[in-house]
C-alpha cells in the first residue's frame, strides 16, 4: 500500500522559515517526480516545486521563486520543501504528489497545514 505522508507544518511568524517533509512507503520512490502543492481557503491548488526523479528542480508558483526549495533523499524515501522568508499569503495546506507518468501512478498525501501569522 502507498502512503505519503507529510509532515512539518505548523503555525509561523513572519519572516521565520519552516521545513516541510514528504515521507513515502510501498513504492520504489526513486523513479517518481515528487511535486509540492498547496490549497488556501477559497483558492484552486496550487503547484509549489517539483523534483524529478533525476534530482532536476523545476519551479511552480512565480511568488515562491527565491524563498522556497525542494530537495530529496530517496534513501530515506523522503522530499523536503525548505520554506524561507514565509508571508501570511503562503498560509495553506501544503500536499505531496508522487508521479510516475509512464507507469500511470499519482500518488497524493492527506497535507499539512501551514499558517503564517503574527
Known amino acids: 500500500q502507498v502512503q505519503l505522508v507529510e509532515s512539518g507544518g505548523g503555525l509561523v511568524q513572519p519572516g521565520k522559515s519552516l521545513r516541510l517533509s514528504c515521507a513515502a512507503s510501498?513504492?520504489?520512490?526513486?523513479?517518481?517526480?515528487v511535486s509540492w502543492y498547496r490549497q488556501a481557503p477559497g483558492k484552486e491548488r496550487e503547484l509549489v516545486a517539483t523534483?524529478?526523479?533525476?534530482?532536476?528542480?523545476?519551479n511552480g508558483a512565480d511568488s515562491v521563486k527565491g524563498r522556497f526549495t525542494i530537495s530529496r533523499d530517496d534513501a530515506k524515501n523522503t522530499v523536503y520543501l525548505q520554506m524561507n522568508s514565509l508571508k501570511p499569503e503562503d498560509t495553506a495546506v501544503y500536499y505531496c504528489?508522487?508521479?510516475?507518468?509512464?507507469?500511470?501512478?499519482?500518488?497524493w498525501g492527506q497535507g499539512t497545514q501551514v499558517t503564517v501569522s503574527s
Open positions: 523534483i524529478t526523479s533525476g534530482g532536476g528542480r523545476i
Open positions: 504528489n508522487a508521479r510516475n507518468r509512464v507507469w500511470g501512478a499519482d500518488y
Open positions: 510501498g513504492l520504489t520512490f526513486s523513479r517518481y517526480a
